[in-house]
């Protein structure tokens, strides 16, 4: 469960100061969500308050439980570690073990021979691959997912959905998409973020009426490795 407790946050977001909350108080038990509003843009600076990676100017988050990173937005998946590198980073960070981690990664992803490698000379789609495998190691009880989760037909999508439906049983899904298909298949209520505030509803079907999916600015403008987000430093990982 994520708790917000009187949280007022004002962040700087595409070049300006953005009234993001105002005195949100709000319980989100386990369940299924999908995050929408009629601004998307500032999605990212919502799962940043509630992952924890930002703390609000006022008010404050707790979490009954682990709850994951950003998932998808895979900044850190670049430079001049190895693949290796970060998987002993987050194994240890997690308390988890590294080399069933290690397997787990090696078993997911197309050519497990990049491991080893600088991770700044990997393809993009081995970046993205690494990127979603890793996030399936820990146990997390909160899943947060911005952006599409992976939908190519291909030996990687069917093992990764198949692994992240058994990670999902009886935990707690918040996902931000502009992929409907992909929301309507995986949430069952809103988490609906309108006029400064957040508030659960149960018509999901209502909600995305409502609230339609859709690219944000951020998500528009960027193609390529700009698409990747930030670097290592931005904080992702719960830094």
């Given amino acids: 469960m994520i708790h917000l407790h009187g949280v007022t946050d004002e962040p700087y977001a595409f070049g300006d100061r953005q009234a993001l909350l105002s005195n949100v108080d709000i319980d989100i038990p386990v369940g299924r969500y999908a995050l929408l509003s009629p601004a998307p843009e500032l999605h990212r600076q919502i799962i940043d308050v509630m992952c924890r990676l930002r703390p ?18 895979q900044g850190f998946i670049r430079g001049k570690a190895s693949g290796l590198n970060i998987i002993e980073f987050v194994a240890d960070l997690y308390g988890i073990d590294p080399d069933a981690t290690f397997e787990l990664v090696a078993d997911l992803i197309s050519d497990p ?118 670097s290592f430093g931005d904080g992702q990982l719960g830094f």
């Fill in 56 to 73: 609000p100017r006022q008010g404050f988050v707790t979490h009954d439980g682990s709850v994951s990173w950003a998932i998808g937005r």
């Fill in 113 to 230: 021979r990049v491991l080893a490698r600088p991770m700044e000379h990997w393809p993009l789609y081995l970046r993205q691959e690494f990127s979603f495998a890793l996030a399936l190691a820990p146990a997390f009880d909160v899943y947060v997912i911005e952006g599409a989760i992976p939908f190519e037909p291909c030996r990687f999508t069917r093992l990764w959905l198949s692994l992240f439906e058994e990670r999902l049983v009886g935990r707690t899904l918040i996902f931000s998409s502009y992929r409907q298909n992909q929301m309507a298949d995986y949430c069952l209520k809103g988490l609906i973020y309108e006029r400064s505030t957040l508030r659960i509803e149960d018509d999901l079907d209502q909600c995305i009426r409502k609230f339609p999916p859709r690219r944000s600015r951020s998500e528009s403008g960027s193609a390529g490795e700009d698409a990747l987000g930030g």
